[in-house]
Structures are given as C-alpha cells and as structure tokens.
C-alpha cells in the first residue's frame, strides 16, 4: 500500500518593510480621496450656480397669520435645531429674491406650515442690475406715453425681448461712452492741468495748453450731456411684475439684465441658459459688492499678475542658482546662504507683504515719485500699491523654488557633457549656455510651475501691496504704455475672500464663492499644463541632441 506523498510548505517570509509599503500606499490613497472629494464639492457647487432652477410656489398655512403664498427656489432641505425634548423640525430654505422688497433675499419655510406646493408656468425670473434677482409673474410692460401691452398679449415676450435688446444696446452705448471717450478726455485733462501747475506762467506753451484744456472740458461737458440723456432714455419702458406676495413692482427695462421663464424651459433650454451664464459669469464685471455680475476683472488681473510675477522670477532665480552652482566657491559661506534660500521658502507671505509694502512700495515707488513725477505730489503715482509690486512681491516670495529647482537640475547633467565641451574647447560660460541650461530647462520650468502655483493663489501678501475689492479699469489696455504698473486691480483669491467674509450677504455670497473657487483652480490648471506642455516638449528636444 503506497502512502501518499506530502510536500513541506515552506512559509512565506515577508520582506522587513512591506507593512510600510502598504501604509504609504493607503497614506496615498486617502490623500488622493481627499483631494478629489474636495474639487468634487467646489466643481457640484460651482457648476449648479448657472444651471437654471425651477420656481415653486408654496401656500403657508399659520394659526397667526392665516393662509400666505411665497414663491422661490429652493435652496437646501434640512432639520431644524430642535428644542430639548422635542423631535428635530424638517425645514427648507428658498431663495425668495426681491431684496429690495422683502429686506432679504433668502427664507426658511417649516415643513409642517407647507399646505401645498405648485410650479406656476409664468414664473418669471428678472436679473437687474441692482438688488438682485426679481421673481414674481408678469403683468404688463408699460411703454413711454402712457401705452402698455399686458402680460396675456400673445406679443408680450417677443415685445419685451425687443425692447430688452435695445436697452442693452444703449447700455452698451453709455458703457463705452463713459469709460473709453469721456475716460481718455478726463485723462487728457488732468495731464493738461498737471503739466501747467508746473510751467511758467505767460508763455507761449502756456497759453496753448490753456486753449487745449478749455476745448477739452467743453467737450467733457457735451459727452456728460450725452451720456445723461442716454442714461434719461433708460427709463422709457417698464416691467411690472406681480410678486408671488400679492404686490406689484415696477422695474425700468434700462436696469434689467435679462429675464427666463424657468418652469417652461425644457433641457436643451436649460443647457443653453447654462452656457449663457457661465459665459456672462466670466466675461462681465462684478455689481452689487460683488454678489452679483461677472468676475472677469478679477480672471484678467489674476492673469496678468501672475505673467509678471512669471517674467520677474526666472532671471533672478535662473542667475542666482548659476552662481551658487558653477562659480561660488563651496564651503560655508556658500551652504549658509542656501540654508537661507531653504529657509525663505518657508516665511508666511505676509511677512513679504510688509516687506513690499515698505520697501518696492514705500522706498523704491516714493523715491519714482519724487524724482519723475513730483508734479502730482502729493498724489502718488507710484508711491502706493499697484500691480507691478504686487509681481515683484510675489516674485520674491517664490524665487528661492526656482533656485532649488534650477539647482537641481543644473546638478542632474552628467559631468562628462560638460567635460566634453570643454575639451573641444569652449569657455565655462559657453558651456553652461549650449549644454548646461538646454538640458536644465526643464527642471527650471518646473520650479516655474510650483512658483505659479504658488504664486496665483496667495492673498495675504497682494492685500498689502495693490489688490482692490473693486478696480475701474483693467492694468492693461489700448492706451499707451498699455500695460500700467501702478494701477492695482482685482484678484480672483482676494475676490474670494471678499465674497466669503466681507459680503453683506453672506448667503447670497457662497454661491458665488465656489463659482470663484472654480475658476480660480481652472486658470491655476491652464497656466500650469501651458508650462507642462512647454517643459515637456523641451525635454524631448534636447533629450537626444545635448547628449
């Protein structure tokens, strides 16, 4: 009889630091889920904000009060704080409009006092140009002369729209006559009455400049007039709508930014009002203390700050981290100062905030002013924030990233590229100019990247030295020298945190405050993947070619 033949199992032996790889892995993946559960959040948040929403129409029933209707979008559903002993209260929050009206803009309704609910299909949803949205049901446009078309007209809409695009039209009109023409004449003038507080009295040049300032302000009155006639025409026609409260309210069509219907639009409509929104979302400036508007201000300054802060950085980064590795002597000197560089990267921004403040600011702009502009003093020019400190500021704060990096990645080309170089030959500059930097360009643009993003997304420092809740004109523009450095201008981290804790209405706010979040990580994403796509292109040109 033949016994069965048994094989020994030898037991596994796990290598000593395998629990670590799997702790890290687990480290990992949690910060991976948070990171995508964050941006989910902002990007729900955010998007929700253009999507359009229906308005329901609730009928309120108190032992008080009696039988009451109100009217809006609701916002979120949520048990309220019960007292003790007693269960949790469902309730929900609309958004009820009609802040001029109703003193807010925003209600919290009991389930429990709700008797019904319906979907009015004449709901009406008015953006203005001032406190908000209005909701309410159409009545009747009252035209100039006394005439009016009610709202049960088959013509009412396609009137209204008429008479909507003509208004903003006129707007449009009174914008560009304001800010471009009259904007260029009051320019000339203060340049003209600047220039002759600071010439001598009865020549020639004198008197030619007081002609020219004369004609000009003739001119300044005749735009005023024009534009306040315009402004006159605005109010022509009225909307009157009916609000869900019972009242009626008068709006001018001038102060009205467009109208929808919600509760007849069906999905393609709302696909197309999505994209409308989010496009005068990012094309239009910001209105009632931000809360309302656009934000493309804010986007454009952003931008513009963060190419300078951009163009400032790598020079001195590039050249610093040359020095420090090809021609600095090693030794303690040399490793002081990079402990330095190491150490900075970790200052608080606000500490380089003062620092700019006082010195670019302070010392280096009131120097500018009283050597090249001390006609407008006591106005300074350049003796206060701007945008041009504000990128040297933030210059500062991340050159020592571009240092490092630039370090590392002059240290990562292979000493016999440089030997070979030198043996047919050429100088040490040469060197490091064909070999050295072509194949160090991407480590260099990769400090780039970490100081842009870095660099576009801090606050506390540009609060100090030029950011503004609210600029009235853009830091570049047609106007000679096109770009103005000492004019300051809008931010989209700053415009967030004016939104969040500076708004009088903070519930309108978060809505916009996700919104702003949202695009302030999408132009931090296209200007990194910008450089990324550069970086990458870089290294595969001179992967073969340096080597």
Known sequence: MDL???????????TPGEPMVWVTAM?????????????????????????????ELFRLVAADAGTTTVGGVVVKR??????????????IQIYTGNRDVYGLAFRYLDVANIAGSSRPDDALVVERMQNGNLLGQPARIELKGGQSV???DPEFTSRLDTLLAEATRRRAEIHHLEKQVIGANASQIRQLETRLRAAAPGSNEVQQDQARLASLKATYAELSASA????????????????????QKSVPLGEVVSFHFPNRMGFTARAVAFFANAWGFVSGSPRESNTEGGIFPAIFGTFVMTLLMSVVVVPFGVVAA??????????????AVRIAVNNLAGVPSIVFGVFGLGFFVYVVGGSIDRAFFSQNLPNPTFGTGGIGWAALTLALMTVPVVIVATEESIAAVPR????????????????????????????????????????AGEVAPLMLVGVVKLAPS????????????????MHLGFHIYDLGFQSPDSEAAKPMVFATTLFLILLVVVLNLGAIMLRERLRRRFATSTF
Not at 322 to 335: C, F, H, N
Request: charged letters at 20%.
């Open 27 to 55: 480290g990992l993946a949690i910060g991976l889920a948070m990171v995508a559960g964050l941006l989910g959040v902002i990007v729900w948040h955010g998007i929700g904000v253009f999507w359009p929403k229906r308005i």
């Open 416 to 455: 016999g590229a440089r030997e070979g170089s030198l043996a047919c030959g050429a100088s040490k500059w040469q060197t490091i100019r064909s070999i050295v930097l072509p194949a160090a360009v991407p480590g260099i643009l990769t400090g780039l990247i970490l100081a842009m993003a870095r660099g």
């Open 474 to 489: 853009l830091p570049v523009d047609l106007e000679y020298p096109f770009v103005h450095l000492d004019q300051k201008f």
């Open 322 to 335: 040359i020095y420090l590795r090809e021609y600095a002597k090693q030794g303690p000197v040399v490793r």
């Open 4 to 14: 069965p033949v048994t094989t020994a199992v030898k037991p596994v032996r796990r």
């Open 150 to 152: 009610d709202a049960a």
């Open 228 to 247: 306040k006639e315009l402004r006159g025409h605005q109010n022509d026609h009225h909307l009157v709508v009916r609000l869900f409260t019972g009242e």
């Open 78 to 91: 949520q048990d309220k704080s019960p007292e003790i002993g007693k269960p949790p209260v469902p309730e």
